[in-house]
């Protein structure tokens, strides 16, 4: 999450916004906000449910979910996804800016 909010001004002069979730309670949610300092919101207690409803992979060992992230277009549609089955396969917050920078430019060349 620190990755993402060093690289939210950059997102949002492409007009993205951001928004993160947690399995995690939200006494510890708010913690890790103030130790990052996040300026975006973070959901937290993602439940099972929550993990299966966007087809996230649940680990239930430990119960958490593992990470899913997705670039939604002003519609509404996802237009790009990430699911891992471990801690390995985040999206970093530079591909995102780069994806999002051929999109807006295919839209503004009808490419």
Do not use: C, H
Request: charged share 20%; aromatic share 6%; net charge neutral.
């Amino acid at each position: 999450m620190a990755g993402l909010q060093s690289k939210l001004k950059e997102l949002e002069a492409l007009g993205a916004s951001a928004i993160a979730a947690s399995v995690d309670p939200e006494a510890e949610t708010r913690e890790l906000i103030a130790k990052l300092s996040l300026t975006f919101p973070v959901a937290w207690g993602v439940t099972r449910q929550i993990a299966d409803a966007i087809g996230a992979w649940w680990e239930p060992s430990r119960n958490i979910v593992q990470p899913a992230e997705f670039i939604v277009g002003q519609n509404g549609r996802v237009i790009s996804s990430t699911y891992s089955s471990g801690p390995i396969g985040r999206m970093e917050p530079a591909d995102m800016i780069s994806l999002l920078q051929v999109y807006e430019k295919r839209r503004q060349t009808g490419a």
